[in-house]
């Protein structure tokens, strides 16, 4: 991360003078070589050079970013944030397709204010319910990691827009909390003139409790127009999570209950649990991570299951090669579906 003289350039061409933010950019990229196995009608055989991937789609849930940050000191303890933040990757999207986009594509995009009341934010986030416990996942943003693979939901995937947050810290717990506003047409009619109104709300709690930290998270968007469709309506999840840390060692593991919105045909609520373990040596990280789904996990979907055994080498503080295998098993409209990868890539951030 470094300073960057793109604020000195543009306010060089402005005829008013102006403050200046503190600005920074961030970044990086990352490029798998991945051999995919497996069958059923969701699983394209191949190999592939790609950015991280989820089940039948290249470059899905990828880690490649671009992130330009800007911070104001407003006095008084009291300061002003803005953030854009970009999806790239090195693959060109080929002929699947089933490819994520290839170039540039906008993640989060925010402004907030911070200070001693917490911090506030309005644009484009992760949900507190992705965010919460995400990161727990030691192989996040690779061919190997859990979401979209069937060992944690997809509501840890993505962004949400017209989001307004609010985030704090009270001695060591830290809380948040979020309000995605439905701007679409009431009753997905069109031609309405007034808007849904049916917004979506998420919450999170993390708290140290002895050795462990606790995480506690829930999502309710139900009905919310740009976020659910018709046939499945209802969707809200609640999920526990435990992680814990001695050393070289870490553990974590979170549950989540989905509720009926996510099966439309059978109307099933469901469960997911996620456990993975990490064992630091030197430079190097072992990882082995397994998920189980009960039930539907979406519609169509059900008897899901997850697991993956890793390798990652730290080459600098910046750099990072790893290689590992994943499974992803389920049963799709009645046929059962498996994908297998064995992946080795290599992640430069600057």
């Known amino acids: 991360m470094k300073k960057t ?7 060089a061409v402005l005829a008013a003078p102006v403050a200046l933010a503190d600005v920074t950019i961030s970044g990086g990229l990352q490029a798998e070589l991945r051999s995919v196995g497996g069958d059923g009608n969701s699983v394209r055989k ?16 990828n880690y490649g970013f671009l992130k330009f940050t800007a911070s104001e000191d407003l006095g008084d303890g009291m300061k002003a944030m803005a953030v854009y933040n970009m999806n790239i990757h090195v693959g060109d999207g080929g002929t699947n397709a089933t490819n994520a986009t290839a170039g540039l594509g906008a993640r989060e995009a925010f402004v907030g204010l911070s200070g001693g009341f917490g911090t506030v934010l309005a644009g484009t986030l992760s949900s507190p319910y992705k965010s919460s416990t995400v990161g727990w996942d030691p ?12 060992g944690m939901s997809t509501l840890h995937n993505g962004y ?6 609010y985030a704090n810290s009270f001695g060591g717990v830290k809380v948040v909390a979020a309000v995605v506003l439905d701007e679409g047409a009431k009753d997905s009619n069109a031609a309405s003139t007034e808007t849904n109104g049916k917004h979506a709300t998420s919450f999170s709690v993390n708290a140290p409790v002895g050795p462990v930290e606790v995480a506690v998270a829930y999502i309710n968007a139900s009905k919310h127009s740009e976020i659910v469709t018709a046939a499945t309506d209802n969707i809200a999840a609640t999920k526990v999570g435990v992680k814990w840390v001695s050393g070289d060692i870490t553990v974590a593991g ?15 609520s469901a469960a997911i649990m996620y456990v993975t373990g990490s064992y630091k040596m030197g430079n190097n990280t072992i990882s082995a991570a397994y998920g189980k789904a009960d039930k539907k996990l979406v519609d169509n979907v059900n008897d899901a299951t997850y697991m993956m055994v890793a390798l990652n080498h730290a080459l600098s503080k910046t750099t990072n090669a790893f290689v590992g295998y994943r499974s992803s098993e389920m049963s799709v409209a009645g046929t059962k579906d498996k994908e297998t990868t064995v992946s080795a890539g290599l992640r430069v951030a600057f």
Request: net charge negative; hydrophobic share 45%.
């Open 46 to 61: 191949g190999l592939y050079a790609t950015d991280a991937g989820e089940y039948g789609l290249e470059n899905g849930g």
């Open 160 to 165: 949400v827009g017209n989001a307004l947050a």
């Open 254 to 268: 979170q549950y989540e209950m989905l509720d009926k919105g996510f099966s439309a045909t059978t109307n099933d």
């Open 139 to 150: 192989m996040l943003a690779t061919s190997m990691q859990a979401r979209g693979n069937a």
């Open 5 to 11: 003289a793109i604020a000195v350039a543009v306010a």
